[in-house]
């Protein structure tokens, strides 16, 4: 676990503490984790343990917590969860279980295309006009393959992923 515990702290930590270092080399800073393997490897753990070390303030939302049947309700949730962060930076949000919300476009037929303005709403939180300043998204999934191919390109550069 040593490889993961050093990855989470360049990528959460270092950031934070030695901003001037990542502004004198010119590198822009992942704002993100994802954390995958299966289930039972500690995964939520971790996020919880690197929360508490580092001292940062840590919003925890499972996935489907913010999934409502109700129009629009389901956006509001992922943009208050951001607002929130936002709010009391330097933070995290972990969300676990992120394939409920980021999975596949056009995969959750007959929901009236809930999944895709989630989808679409998280892409634009994480990567939208109002920067993340000093928030760090963690996600964690046992079935990345659900995540949407999109979603993972889009933040390639942004997005660290450590295999448990």
């Known amino acids: ?11 959460v930590e270092w950031p934070l503490r030695h901003p001037e270092a990542f502004t004198r080399l010119g590198i ?13 490897c500690s995964k939520t753990m971790i996020a919880k343990a690197l929360a508490n070390e580092s001292g940062l303030n840590f919003l925890a939302i499972k996935g489907p917590e913010l ?28 969300f676990d279980e992120i394939d409920a919300l980021a999975g596949e476009r056009g995969s ?10 989630v989808l679409a709403q998280l892409l ?8 993340l300043r000093d928030v760090t998204v963690l996600a ?8 949407d191919k999109y979603m993972i390109d889009q933040v390639k ?3 660290a992923a450590c295999v448990l």
Do not use: C, H
């Open 67 to 94: 999934l409502s049947k109700y129009v629009g309700e389901s956006e509001r949730a992922v943009r208050e969860v951001f607002r929130k962060a936002r709010a009391v930076a330097p933070s995290i949000v972990f």
């Open 28 to 40: 822009r800073p992942p704002r993100g984790v994802l954390l995958y393997g299966p289930p039972g």
């Open 124 to 131: 634009t939180e994480m990567d939208g006009i109002e920067q």
């Open 140 to 147: 964690a999934t046992n079935r990345p393959d659900m995540i």
């Open 108 to 117: 959750s037929s007959g929901s009236g295309g809930v999944g895709d303005r």
């Open 1 to 11: 676990m040593e490889e993961v515990k050093l990855k989470l702290r360049q990528a």
């Open 157 to 159: 550069g942004q997005l």
